[in-house]
């Protein structure tokens, strides 16, 4: 049965601080890594990564998988309270569908 | 439209009721898939739709859930004799080609369904 797990479920931090949101996975037929910000509404989308060790960029926010060791990282560096929100992490098969891990709560206080 | 439109955003039903839960997706998609996100969880895959053609639906929990993409445009999410284990949210997403290649899905706001 294909698996997504994230560390840590939740985290708290204060604004201008740097945090790593942890993803690893085990998914049949895997094709891509996910990563979606949830605030209140839709899922939006952040990033897809096919291949290992090219980091994708926007803005404040970067990511990297690694397919050997079958993880990703997330890193959001000078937070802001807007940055606070659930990130998922989803793995992506051949088949199509995503198999999400359970989220980390991010709170960034003032 | 501009993204996924899904209604209603919320729904209340008594146990044993049927109810219908619609997804309008990004004009032009081709691929049409339904999630369940119970509290605290991440989304669960539910079933697939690439146009009117229902490809996969491995993830429907049990006969009382059915899909349906007529069209291959708006998709209806159909749950007959609700259980109060369906309370959920039922988010929809689209992307613009047939799964097997690499594409993001892009979600609607949810379905909020809650059995009393």
């Known amino acids: 049965e294909d698996k997504v797990v994230q560390s840590p479920l939740s985290l708290v931090v204060h604004e201008g601080d740097t945090v790593t949101l942890n993803c690893s996975y085990e998914v049949t037929n895997f094709r891509s890594l996910l990563w979606y910000k949830q605030e209140k509404k839709a899922p939006t989308f952040l990033f897809m990564l096919?291949?290992?060790?090219i980091e994708k960029k926007s803005g404040r926010l970067s990511s990297i998988l690694d397919k050997k060791e079958l993880f990703s990282i997330l890193n959001i560096t000078a937070t802001q309270t807007g940055d606070s929100a659930i990130y998922l992490c989803?793995?992506?098969?051949?088949?199509?569908?995503?198999?999400f891990g359970q989220g980390t709560i991010l709170t960034v206080h003032p | 439209g501009a993204g996924v439109s899904q209604s209603p955003r919320y729904k209340v039903a008594k146990r044993g009721q049927d109810v219908a839960l619609r997804c309008d997706p990004i004009s032009g998609h081709v691929s049409l898939f339904w999630y369940q996100q119970a509290l605290g969880q991440g989304p669960e895959f539910l079933t697939y739709?690439?146009?009117?053609?229902?490809?996969?639906k491995s993830g429907l929990p049990s006969d009382r859930f059915f899909a349906e993409r007529p069209e291959g445009s708006v998709s209806t999410l159909k749950i007959q004799r609700t259980q109060q284990e369906d309370s959920a949210v039922y988010l929809c997403a689209s992307s613009q080609r047939p799964q097997g290649q690499n594409q993001p899905q892009h979600f609607g706001d949810g379905t909020r369904l809650s059995i009393l």
């Open positions: 096919t291949s290992s060790g």
């Open positions: 739709f690439q146009n009117e053609a229902q490809l996969d």
């Open positions: 989803a793995g992506g098969s051949s088949y199509g569908k995503l198999t």
